[in-house]
């Protein structure tokens, strides 16, 4: 009975590590950078402080990026008006590919491009996509990595929390 | 009868006497004792406090030659690392900017890139209202260096410009600044990119 005690607390424990490990931004102040825009201009986040601001890295290869594209489109157009941004990052070698995907998704929101990966690395993006949302004091309040049907759900629930604040 | 009574007073009597004659003997010797013993008690307390403050002497000594210690540990970790006479800083300024929107600048000294600074609107709203950003700080060893500054942007007729400025500086001993300026040349209709010292 304790070596079952043991090895299930283990098990917690290395899941609580792992989601620590990828969640290690969270609370912290937001990693500042500037990048181009897909309509010419550059874009930088501490520009938007005082918004509640989404940063989702996505890229044209993946799948689910694709499929939460157009829900996170119809968030910015329901709340862009009462202080929310939202600012989806390309990670593409080649923004050309980009570009045509964000024409055929018809996104309005502002995509910037992160060819050289830096802001990634900032962001210790290691899965696509990820999406972290910040708070009106530039702090890194929540992560989630990949997309599953009913994440725009928690999106919803965690940007309204954030603009009530 | 009253003779028994009278050799009872004088042995009652005599009892007496020899009592406070025993007592008398016995007082000075019991002080004695008691005075010694303070006085021995005195001088522990005397000894144990000289031990004191002997110890409380070394501790303060001690900890001033930490603190000593860290200081001159501090000056030096700051003279190695952030060494006054090697630091260079870089400025970028706008004057006027009817030719030329900027769009990046990036830095390159000895051939290495540095900085790569790219301006949104209200950034270059900013210089151009008169700001003057510090976009590098380095810290160089004295001797000759080289820089070239990379301007990117829209230029005239809102094409894509690129334009470079190279300078060839001497980094003395003291702290070093350039400002690197762009301005607007109206005879040439063309913006121009200058790069000068700081006196």
């Known amino acids: 009975m304790k070596i079952r005690n043991v090895a299930i607390g283990l098990v917690f424990s290395v899941f609580a590590a792992s989601?620590?490990?990828?969640?290690?931004?969270?609370?912290?102040?937001?990693?500042?950078?500037?990048?181009?825009?897909?309509?010419?201009?550059?874009?930088?986040?501490?520009?938007?402080?005082?918004?509640?601001?989404?940063?989702?890295?996505?890229?044209?290869?993946?799948?689910?990026?694709?499929?939460?594209?157009?829900?996170?489109?119809?968030?910015?157009?329901?709340?862009?008006?009462v202080g929310f941004s939202l600012l989806g990052v390309n990670i593409d070698d080649d923004s050309r590919r980009a570009m045509d995907m964000i024409n055929e998704l018809g996104v309005s929101f502002p995509v910037l491009f992160d060819a050289s990966k830096e802001v990634s690395r900032l962001y210790k993006v290691d899965a696509m996509p990820v999406t972290v949302i910040v708070d009106r004091e530039g702090n890194v309040r929540h992560i989630h990595q990949g997309y599953k049907p009913g994440y725009e759900q928690k999106y919803l629930d965690e940007i309204r929390s954030l603009l009530r604040e | 009868m009253t003779r028994k009574l009278f050799i009872s007073l004088t042995a009652g009597l005599v009892l007496a006497l020899g009592t406070a004659a025993i007592a008398q003997d016995a007082a000075p010797m019991d002080a004695d004792a008691a005075m010694a013993d303070a006085m021995a008690a005195d001088a522990d307390v005397a000894e144990s406090r000289n031990e004191f403050r002997q110890l409380d002497q070394d501790v303060q000594s001690l900890k001033k030659e930490v603190l000593d210690l860290n200081r001159d540990l501090f000056l030096l970790e700051e003279e190695l690392l952030f060494p006054a006479n090697s630091q260079v800083a870089f400025f970028i300024s706008m004057d006027v900017g009817e030719y030329f929107g900027l769009d990046s600048v990036s830095l390159k000294i000895d051939g290495k890139e540095v900085a790569n600074y790219l301006y949104t609107e209200r950034e270059v709203g900013a210089l151009l209202?008169?700001?003057?950003?510090?976009?590098?700080?380095a810290n160089l060893k004295t001797g000759d260096h080289e820089l070239v500054a990379i301007f990117t942007g829209k230029g005239p007729h809102t094409r894509d410009?690129?334009?470079?400025?190279?300078?060839?500086?001497n980094k003395g001993i003291g702290a070093k600044y350039l400002e690197l300026e762009i301005t607007d040349r109206v005879q040439k209709q063309?913006?121009?990119f200058v790069i000068k010292e700081w006196e």
């Open chain 1, 19 to 81: 989601s620590l490990a990828s969640s290690g931004l969270a609370g912290q102040p937001a990693p500042d950078f500037a990048l181009k825009s897909s309509s010419g201009e550059n874009l930088r986040l501490s520009e938007y402080r005082g918004d509640v601001v989404m940063i989702n890295f996505w890229a044209t290869w993946c799948g689910p990026c694709r499929q939460e594209m157009p829900l996170l489109d119809e968030l910015y157009s329901r709340y862009q008006r």
């Open chain 2, 129 to 137: 209202r008169g700001g003057v950003q510090r976009v590098h700080m």
């Open chain 2, 161 to 169: 410009y690129r334009r470079g400025a190279t300078m060839n500086f």
């Open chain 2, 190 to 192: 063309q913006p121009e």
